[in-house]
């Protein structure tokens, strides 16, 4: 299993970026690489189906999700990733009262590429919405 974790420090109340990351169909609206996030209910389960331009659709469900400790857990259903048996944990760690720090952290398997080839993916993945958020609040 391979494992990736990316955070960044955001000068934002944590109440305030887990308001944002830690609404499950919200992820459209802060990473540059989703178009559009649609989320469903199967069976008692919440799924979001993400539009990645040029890409397949990629299909997220939720795992668990706490507010107390400002953190979702999810899995890939389905999608055109390298990679299997995807784990992933979004979470808000507060600083201070003016600071936080956002962390995503996943475990995966390589599935149809090399470990370092879905390594890079995945922190790319995770790159590019941290980034944005740190443009978006700082």
């Known amino acids: 299993m ?3 974790t990316r955070s960044i420090t955001l000068n934002a109340h944590a109440a305030d970026i887990w308001a944002v990351v830690g609404d499950f169909g919200s992820i459209a609206q802060w990473h540059p690489a989703i178009s559009a996030c649609a ?9 979001r189906n993400l539009t990645i ?5 990629l299909v997220e469900k939720l795992e668990t999700r706490d507010d107390e400790t400002m953190s ?3 899995t890939i259903a389905q999608g055109p990733l390298p990679v299997a048996d ?13 600071s936080c720090t956002v962390r995503w952290s996943g475990r995966f398997a390589p ?3 090399s ?3 879905a390594v890079e993916v995945i922190e790319t993945i995770y790159t590019t919405g941290l980034d944005a958020l740190k443009r978006q609040y700082g």
């Not at 209910?41 to 919440?46: P, S, T, V, W, Y």
Request: hydrophobic share 25%; net charge negative; charged share 35%.
């Open 2 to 4: 391979a494992e990736v």
């Open 39 to 47: 989320v469903e209910e199967h069976d008692g389960a919440l799924y």
């Open 53 to 57: 331009p040029d890409s397949d659709t």
């Open 72 to 74: 979702y857990r999810y």
């Open 86 to 98: 995807y784990h992933s944990t979004i979470a808000v760690e507060p600083d201070s009262e003016t």
């Open 111 to 113: 599935s149809g590429a």
């Open 115 to 117: 470990e370092d080839e």
